[in-house]
């Protein structure tokens, strides 16, 4: 119940995050915006760090396999796309686009085991449901 209880959360707050961020882009410009972002997260990752248990920054380095370690690069990424497609498309469309993409690349990795993911068998009801989640989009978007 706790996982369903995060995951919900972490799609609210990405939402917001997404809308807030589309506002300081239109004031500062992607890039400014962008970087803000990660400033700012960065800031309260020290600040959490201080407070909870404080691991060792050097376990960063002894990292495997190393390309683990572009999260942050792809969260930059992740920063201006989703600010792009609400700008372009409005919150709710992007977030939908955005959550089945997220959907089709997480069954993806995990059908061929990639990065380190167990490998899972093919389940065609994963897949129906992801068909079902694409026509809701299709109707969503449909206009008169």
Known sequence: MFGILIALLSG???SIQG???TQVTKQAGLWVSTGWVQLSAFAVCIVAW???GRSSVTALFQT???Y???????GAFITVTVIQSMSALGPAKSVMLIVISQLIIAYVIELFGMFGVDKQPLEWRKIIGMVIAIVG??????QE
Do not use: D
């Open 12 to 14: 609210a707050l990405m």
């Open 19 to 21: 809308v807030f961020n």
């Open 50 to 52: 201080l407070f909870t």
């Open 64 to 66: 495997e396999p190393k």
């Open 68 to 74: 683990t370690l572009l999260g942050g690069v792809i």
């Open 137 to 142: 989009i299709v109707i969503f978007k449909w």
